[in-house]
């Protein structure tokens, strides 16, 4: 698919059955999030996403405010953003820095 003149690739349902199950891949992924991790960067291409307008109420017509935005971004910002989220959760509960109300059930 093309998108504002990028190439854009639509990922298929399965294609988390595949990032996961092929493990050659995950020393890459690894050695990519590292750096980022680093160097406090992250490739340009992996903070895209798709943008599309959701119509909240049909009687409402085409109004304005009538629209949310969902983005869409890739798997693997995803897979990032979820292991620094595991992380800081981590810290925070190794560390007794997380109210008892924030630790969910």
Same mark, same amino acid.
């Given at each position: 698919?093309?998108? !504002? #003149? &990028? %190439? @854009?690739? *639509? +990922? =298929? $349902?399965? /294609?988390?059955y595949?990032?996961?199950?092929i493990k050659?891949?995950?020393?890459?992924?690894?050695a990519?999030?590292?750096?980022?991790?680093?160097?406090?960067?992250?490739?340009?291409?992996?903070? !895209? #996403? &798709? %943008? @599309?307008? *959701? +119509? =909240? $109420?049909? /009687?409402?017509?085409?109004?304005?405010?009538?629209?949310?935005?969902?983005?869409?971004?890739?798997?693997?910002?995803?897979?990032?953003?979820?292991?620094?989220?595991e992380?800081?959760?981590?810290?925070?509960?190794?560390?007794?820095?997380l109210p008892?109300?924030q630790?969910?059930?």
């Amino acid at each position: 698919m093309v998108y !504002k #003149g &990028q %190439t @854009v690739l *639509i +990922m =298929k $349902d399965n /294609t988390r059955y595949w990032i996961k199950n092929i493990k050659s891949t995950h020393p890459i992924h690894a050695a990519m999030f590292n750096e980022s991790l680093i160097s406090g960067t992250v490739p340009e291409w992996l903070t !895209k #996403g &798709q %943008t @599309v307008l *959701i +119509m =909240k $109420d049909k /009687t409402k017509g085409t109004e304005v405010t009538n629209y949310r935005l969902i983005t869409c971004l890739s798997l693997m910002w995803k897979l990032f953003t979820s292991i620094i989220s595991e992380e800081i959760y981590a810290h925070l509960d190794r560390n007794d820095l997380l109210p008892e109300e924030q630790k969910g059930c």
